[in-house]
T-cell receptor, first 114, second 113 residues
């Protein structure tokens, strides 16, 4: 089955800890994205990567870091510098060119800070 | 003021009704317009994708874009209980900003039998 997988589904973190969220896709998509969704709000872009070994900050990158060492993987680290990390995190991927806008989403990871 | 405004609802309609969902935006550079459907605790799925002004139809769904008014709509005909979800509009300028989507807040829709 082709698709995007995110793990874990639920994640609990103590204050001051870094945590890493996994995102894998087997769609052979060029680009990958990380979004954050808060209750009653739309999605906000954290980071995106159009090619391997390259990524760009989105609108709310502070307190987050990413890597893109493989085409199919784009892990997100939520660092202790992120002041309000409790949220629903969504990973997406797309083809390149004009298809960058046609993004396919994974099932999400719900992060809760205790 | 947010770049994209969407009435959060909630919107409740009887089965079979025609549903109209709307977004307004302020950035005249937006060229690409998307509608996503998100079921509770799931990732969004792409419903409609349009470029510039005009209409696009896909089954019971019709997307309209009016760039002169900076206004987009999604119409759902013969609504079904399975259409109950949050609907998100999204937009992009394209060009060097391909892939940088700006989302509305989402409208919660409930279709009751």
């Amino acid at each position: 089955d082709g698709g995007i997988t995110q793990s874990p589904k639920y994640l609990f973190r103590k204050e001051g800890q870094n945590v890493t969220l996994s995102c894998e896709q087997n769609l052979n998509h060029d680009a990958m994205y990380w979004y954050r969704q808060d209750p009653g709000q739309g999605l906000r872009l954290i980071y995106y990567s159009q090619i391997v070994n390259d990524f760009q900050k989105g609108d709310i990158a502070e307190g987050y870091s990413v890597s893109r060492e493989k085409k199919e993987s784009f892990p997100l680290t939520v660092t202790s510098a992120q002041k309000n990390p409790t949220a629903f995190y969504l990973c997406a991927s797309s083809w390149g060119g004009a298809s960058y806008n046609e993004q396919f989403f994974g099932p999400g990871t719900r992060l809760t800070v205790l | 003021q947010k770049e994209v405004e969407q009435d959060p609802g909630p919107l409740s309609v009887p089965e079979g009704a025609i549903v109209s969902l709307n977004c307004t935006y302020s950035n005249s550079a937006f060229q690409y317009f998307m509608w996503y459907r998100q079921y509770s605790r799931k990732g969004p799925e792409l419903l409609m994708y349009t470029y510039s002004s005009g209409n696009k139809e896909d089954g019971r769904f019709t997307a309209q874009v009016d760039k002169s008014s900076k206004y987009i709509s999604l119409f759902i005909r013969d609504s079904q209980p399975s259409d109950s979800a949050t609907y998100l509009c999204a937009m992009s300028p394209g060009g060097t900003s391909y892939g940088k989507l700006t989302f509305g807040q989402g409208t919660i829709l409930t279709v009751h039998p």
